[in-house]
């Protein structure tokens, strides 16, 4: 927020979500205000050309966690698209049907190439940005991620009893074989021992 010297809040007020490191987030030049990733960070001088960006639907959710032996569940998403992906506006849910009732990711959102981002299912005893506004259920779920304009099922996993401590997920990454994960990797590439 930009605020004027009495206190007042200025002209500026920018919610803003998940950032890709290295990178910037600007107002594109000639637009018409609109913000957008940006190519480089350019301190002190005009924006740079805003970033071109993959399709959402190559996003995954890749591993889950419903029986934490301690804190939130949790889920990861993975992008499988060589350019970065605009996540704001995307809804996870364990509703089976429509109307979308979950709160979206945060706008001005970004998951870098190749890279993952974790959420806390923890039914919103958190407000940040990667809490979710639900809890996982360890006797199985169905979690759907959705674009919202216009509504699109971008993936889906269904998933049974979750034993404590033990996660599942794609393997290799954002692939069609989900497996039980003796070794949780949220945020990281997931593996098998």
């Known amino acids: ?3 004027r010297s009495d206190g007042a809040l200025a002209v500026l007020a920018l919610p803003y979500g998940f950032q890709i490191r290295d990178r910037s987030v600007g ?6 205000g609109d913000w957008a990733l940006l190519d480089a960070p ?18 995954r959710i ?5 029986d934490p032996g301690s804190g939130a569940d949790w889920i990861e998403l993975y992008n499988a698209d060589p350019l970065p992906v605009a ?11 429509l109307p979308l009732t979950n709160r979206p990711i945060a706008a ?8 993952y981002l974790q959420f806390y299912a923890s039914g919103l005893a958190k407000t940040d940005a990667n809490h979710l506004d639900f809890k996982l259920g ?20 269904i998933f049974g009893t979750q034993n404590t401590d033990i996660s599942q997920g794609r393997l290799p990454d954002g692939g069609p074989v989900i497996q039980t994960l003796t070794t949780p990797s949220p945020g990281a590439s ?4």
């Open 62 to 66: 890749n591993e889950w966690m419903a």
């Open 1 to 3: 927020m930009l605020f």
């Open 138 to 157: 360890s006797s199985g779920e169905t979690l759907t991620l959705y674009m919202t304009n216009p509504i699109t099922l971008l993936d889906r996993v």
């Open 108 to 115: 001005l959102s970004f998951l870098a190439p190749d890279d």
């Open 42 to 59: 350019t301190p002190g001088l005009a924006n740079s050309a805003p970033s071109a960006l993959g399709n959402a639907s190559r996003v």
């Open 190 to 193: 997931n593996f098998q021992l």
């Open 27 to 32: 107002v594109v030049e000639g637009g018409a």
């Open 87 to 97: 996540l704001g506006g995307l809804v996870f849910t364990k509703r089976t049907v």
